[in-house]
């Protein structure tokens, strides 16, 4: 590990101005690549003190060796500067994207004498014009197939061409009138140059022109009853629609567009481009990358841009591009971009109306191929093999933790706290041993001590139970010491039992718990366990913030390697851990503010609750009504018919409802599933500034 002191500039010598840097570890590779508006002011970041560093900056500073730098006029050379060498050197700390398939394109080879329509992975080649990506090569042959009828381009081989040239034979297509034969002469090179470029223009999106031009020459060839040419006008028509149609019309002003949207967490993200030719979807791709370095959306972004754009020019590079962050200083960035395509290019965030819209797709696009990225990582057994193995070794463990629980506390704004235990066996979730907890020992918000409140109660019902096989006391107390659970955090009564009919237990102990959380949280955890008498379970936590690993009674951290698939492991952990919990402090705070005066009727289940909503139409009508009409409700009878008018007489008269956007009062005629306690309408959301506070 090198000291950053030992190569580090003299004062002054650094040039105020801007340009590219690289740091070079020992052996002389390039492993970073940065660009800098003034090279004195960046690399003076890198040269402070090691703890203010970022975990991952601190650790590209201690390999390199060595740095230099070179000077260029402008932001936007260096942006290009920048762009050249990091694909020239790919460097190990620089984010670089990767695609997660490799993405077909529909390619015309302009370049040649007889232009050819083909599928075409990998690099783009000079004189060839691409439309796409597309998902699926199957696609580009539909709507080939349909556009050969209009257009019958060649689409042949190299080989079958030069073999239908030597026997004068043309092949099927050049029969069925799906190819224009060039390879027997029945057109001549410019012409079919003519028809490609044709081909070029329909699938670029300007359409609207062949469209009315077949159906002129259609209606011409019908007043000169030449009826067998119009019916295959029309047919033609029909199959350029049905091409057409296979891209539905997202932007209704005929855009020009690529969108771009990013989903990422601490470790990874993953990038989706919708490519939109003439207000049509007409590709999509994506990438998938590892954070190696610290790094912003809009950096996130700045990298995404290079990468499709570096290698472009003209046309390739739309007017508009929409993004979900903006480069900072996205001047530079956005030049650049007008200089690849040779006129103004658009760079801005969508803000409202079918743009935002489908901004708002790409994003769900990306977060799934994050989602799915992460599944396919997981269910390698190789790699959970080594995750665990990584984890043993970082945490000086005797063996693997083939078995990991994970805690989470959750609230908002201290109100409804509850805490997730979830499992992992063998790196895969065990979804039927969660369990959720309603902290019950205090009231407030104090994650520390509900921390040790919550493994406190799950290790004394372990020892309860490695004393004894008896069962669990009652159902009510298995319940508030961790319900069970399954799938999403559905209760289901019978869950309590297992296939012999036995409770459940808490019997099987974990070799490690993870919780979510720092220092605190860690030694919270701890002291539960000491306090038990359990020395033989190891504790660890993952902050969030710099996804540090804690282990008790160290004043540093544990830092595993950014790559580390063990820290991936833990991360997910984690991450469910918190998923889980949200969703029970969600459904816990939902049910209270759906709670109505009919709760407090005693032996009045949710099926007679319904009954009598939907009978009567809404509680004040249901107040209203007399004792002798409750009872007209299936299910009603005398006694319960009295309890009921007794409770609603209880309750408060409903206030009116009002609408808050319009300042109109809400009749009480309809429905009202959801009245509170005084019988007035509760939302069961909450405001977007509390619920961001929610935690």
Not at 536 to 553: M, S
């Amino acid at each position: 590990m090198a000291d950053p002191s030992s190569y580090r500039p003299r004062p002054g010598e650094i040039p105020d101005s801007p340009g590219v840097y690289r740091f070079r570890d020992e052996h002389r590779r390039v492993i970073y690549v940065g660009k800098a508006k003034s090279l004195r002011q960046r690399l003076a970041n890198y040269f402070q003190d090691l703890a203010n560093l970022h975990p991952r900056t601190r650790t590209m500073v201690t390999t390199a060796a060595s740095v230099e730098w070179t000077v260029v006029s402008t932001e936007v050379e260096a942006l290009q500067l920048e762009y050249s060498w990091i694909k020239e050197y790919d460097p190990r700390f620089n984010v670089k994207y990767r695609d997660d398939k490799s993405y077909p394109y529909l390619a015309v080879t302009m370049n040649e004498e007889f232009p050819r329509v083909q599928v075409m992975r990998g690099h783009k080649k000079k004189g060839v014009r691409y439309f796409g990506p597309y998902g699926h090569a199957w696609a580009i042959r539909d709507t080939v197939d349909l556009l050969l009828r209009v257009f019958p381009v060649r689409t042949c081989s190299a080989g079958v061409f030069k073999n239908a040239s030597r026997t004068g034979r043309p092949c099927l297509l050049g029969y069925i009138g799906k190819c224009s034969a060039p390879c027997v002469g029945r057109i001549t090179p410019e012409d079919h140059q003519d028809l490609a470029e044709e081909f070029c223009d329909f699938m670029a999106g300007r359409t609207g022109t062949y469209l009315r031009r077949l159906e002129k020459q259609m209606m011409e060839a019908a007043e000169e009853m030449e009826y067998e040419r119009a019916a295959r006008l029309r047919d033609d028509i029909e199959a350029l629609k049905k091409a057409m149609e296979k891209n539905a019309v997202v932007l209704a002003d005929a855009t020009d567009a690529d969108l771009i949207a990013v989903a990422e967490d601490e470790l990874e993200a993953a990038v989706q481009i919708f490519h939109v030719r003439g207000g049509r979807v007409r590709g999509q791709r994506g990438w998938v990358t590892d954070k190696v370095e610290e790094v912003t959306t809009g950096a996130l972004v700045e990298h995404a841009l290079q990468q499709l754009y570096g290698e472009e020019t003209g046309d390739a590079v739309p007017k508009e591009v929409l993004v979900p962050a903006l480069p900072e200083p996205v001047e530079p960035v956005q030049e650049w971009l007008t200089g690849r395509r040779g006129a103004n290019v658009s760079l801005r965030i969508p803000q409202r109306g079918d743009k935002k819209a489908l901004m708002e797709t790409v994003e769900r696009n990306a977060q799934q191929a994050l989602a799915l990225h992460k599944t396919k990582r997981a269910s390698d057994l190789t790699t959970r093999s080594r995750a665990l193995e990584e984890i043993a070794d970082a945490l000086d463990l005797d063996s693997a933790p083939l078995r990991i629980e994970c805690y989470d506390i959750s609230h908002l704004q201290g109100d409804d706290v509850v805490a997730s235990m979830v499992v992992f066996e063998d790196g895969l979730q065990r979804k039927s041993e969660y369990r959720r907890f309603q902290i019950k020992g205090f009231a407030g918000q104090d994650d520390v001590r509900s921390m040790h409140e919550v493994v406190t109660r799950r290790f004394r019902r372990y020892l309860a139970e490695k004393e004894k096989t008896g069962e669990w006391a009652d159902g009510e107390e298995a319940l508030a010491d961790g319900e069970p659970v399954l799938g999403d955090g559905d209760p289901l009564t019978s869950s309590l039992k297992d296939d012999d009919g036995r409770p459940r237990k808490f019997a099987y102990p974990p070799q490690l718990v993870v919780v979510d959380g720092g220092q605190p949280q860690v030694a919270a955890a701890r002291r539960a366990l000491d306090e038990l008498g359990i020395d033989d379970i190891a504790v660890c936590g993952l902050a969030k913030r710099l996804e540090e690993v804690w282990v008790p009674g160290d004043d540093d951290p544990v830092v595993l390697p950014r790559s580390s698939e063990g820290l991936y492991l833990l991360q997910r952990v984690r991450d469910e851990a918190h998923r889980f919990a949200i969703t029970y402090q969600r459904t816990k705070r939902a049910k209270r503010f759906r709670a109505g005066p009919l709760d407090d009727v005693p032996g009045l289940g949710e099926t007679r609750k319904q009954a009598l909503i939907k009978h009567f139409g809404s509680v004040k009508k249901l107040r209203s009504a007399t004792i002798e009409q409750i009872q007209e409700v299936p299910g009603i009878g005398r006694k319960t018919a009295e309890t009921i008018a007794a409770a609603l007489a209880r309750a408060a008269p409903a206030a009116p409802a009002v609408n808050t956007a319009t300042g109109e009062i809400i009749d009480d005629e309809e429905p009202d599933t959801t009245a509170g306690s005084s019988g007035e309408p509760v939302s069961a959301g909450l405001p977007d500034e509390r619920r961001g506070q929610e935690r």
